[in-house]
Each structure stands twice: as structure tokens, then as C-alpha cells.
């Protein structure tokens, strides 16, 4: 049984496109989080949700934006992709947003 | 901001052998700090979380500990094996906000057969 789980994990798609990338925790979390990792394998925070309400918005273009419907679900969409947003973009969740961190599998997304 | 360094870069062993990882941050106000590998293609995995008020924390082989005051942890790995090859990152959470992590940029790990 998954715990964090994301959805697509693969993702081609052309330039000026828009896509989404899904994400569902079946921990009981009440944060949840958007990471990015590039081809250096560094990764950096997106966005953080806790109770649904956005906590962190780091330094993101506004083409991109999160929605949380309800605790256990937060989903990223990507308007007019770009070359450079090319990248693994990874769900995580916690528990009273500093507890252990869990995450997805990743969504390699590819931008052509 | 904290920012969070993990030397070496890269790190080949022999099998057997036990070794040590680390990992470095700036600022020693931190809440927690958590230990995770990473294999080729997939997402993190969790091995062992130090709350700021702990020393250490032990699972199986792995034993990390912290030292707030100098900002640094460490993760040490007995008797390492050819399944223990992934890539180990640290990320600190500081204690002025609490619903952020910082990450390492990771040691990759080879432990050869």
C-alpha cells in the first residue's frame, strides 16, 4: 500500500504546453510538500501545504500552481512549460510540518 | 538561509567495510535532521530522523548522530554491503519555520562486491 504516491511518473511533452502532476498520502498527514530535483540531484522546495492552506511559496515562476482539495491530496499544475522546467519533481508529506518526511516516486517530467 | 554540504561528493568502499558520511550546515538552529538514500530513478526513503534535543538515533547498521553546536551529523554505516550503493542526502528542518526542509547535495555511495 503506497504511501505517497504521484502520478504521472513519466511525463513528454512539447514546449507551450500545459500538464498536471498528482499527488495522494494515505499516511494521515497534514503536510504536504512539492520538491524539485535537477539533473544535479539537488533538490529545492516548491511549495508546502499544511491543512490545505499554502505555507511555502518559494521563488517559482507563477507558471506553476499548486491546488490542495483536501488534506490528503495536492496536485501541480504547469502552465506554458519551458525547456529549463526539465526536472524530477518529487510529492512528500509530514506529519505537524517538521515531523518525518515521506515521498512519492517522482514525476520525471521532460520538456522537448 | 541554511545551507546544508555533504563531503565527499562520491565514495567508494570495498564490501565489509564501515564507513562514515557527512553532512554540514550553516545554521545550528535547526528542529530536526533527517537521513535519506535515494536509488537510481526512484523517490527518498527515510532511514533515520534526529530530533534537535537527541545525540543519535540507531536502525540496524546505521547509527547518525548530531552535533548542533559545531552543525554537523554524521551517518555511519557497519559492515556495508553491495545493497547499501545509493545515494544518501541530509536534510536539516530549521526551528523558526515548520515546513521546510533543507537538503545536501548528497554522497554517492558504491560499496563493491
Known amino acids: 500500500d503506497t504511501a505517497v504516491s504521484q502520478t504521472p511518473k513519466y511525463l513528454v511533452t512539447q514546449m507551450g504546453n500545459d500538464k498536471s502532476i498528482k499527488c495522494e498520502q494515505n499516511?494521515?498527514?497534514?503536510?504536504m510538500y512539492w520538491y524539485k530535483q535537477d539533473s544535479k540531484k539537488f533538490l529545492k522546495i516548491m511549495f508546502s501545504?499544511?491543512?490545505?492552506?499554502?505555507?511555502i511559496n518559494e521563488t517559482v515562476p507563477n507558471r506553476f500552481s499548486p491546488k490542495s482539495p483536501d488534506k490528503a491530496h495536492l496536485n501541480l499544475h504547469i502552465n506554458s512549460l519551458e525547456l529549463g522546467d526539465s526536472a524530477v519533481y518529487f510529492c512528500?508529506?509530514?506529519?505537524?510540518?517538521?515531523?518525518?518526511?515521506?515521498f512519492g516516486e517522482g514525476s520525471r517530467l521532460t520538456v522537448l | 538561509k541554511q545551507e546544508v554540504t555533504q563531503i565527499p561528493a562520491a565514495l567508494s568502499v570495498p564490501e565489509g567495510e564501515n564507513l562514515v558520511l557527512n553532512c554540514s550546515f550553516t545554521d545550528s538552529a535547526i528542529y530536526n535532521l533527517q537521513w535519506f538514500r535515494q536509488d537510481p530513478g526512484k523517490g527518498l526513503t527515510s532511514l533515520l530522523l534526529i530530533q534537535s534535543s537527541q545525540r543519535e538515533q540507531t536502525s540496524g547498521r546505521l547509527n547518525a548522530s548530531l552535533d548542533k553546536s559545531s552543525g554537523r551529523s554524521t551517518l555511519y554505516i557497519a559492515a556495508s554491503q553491495p545493497g547499501d550503493s545509493a545515494t544518501y542526502l541530509c536534510?536539516?528542518?530549521?526551528?523558526?519555520?515548520?515546513?521546510?526542509?533543507?537538503f545536501g547535495t548528497g554522497t554517492s555511495l558504491t560499496v563493491i562486491p
Open positions: 499516511l494521515g498527514h497534514d503536510t
Open positions: 501545504y499544511n491543512n490545505k492552506e499554502l505555507i
Open positions: 512528500a508529506s509530514s506529519h505537524q510540518g517538521a515531523g518525518e518526511l515521506f
Open positions: 536534510a536539516v528542518s530549521p526551528s523558526n519555520t515548520g515546513n521546510q526542509f533543507y
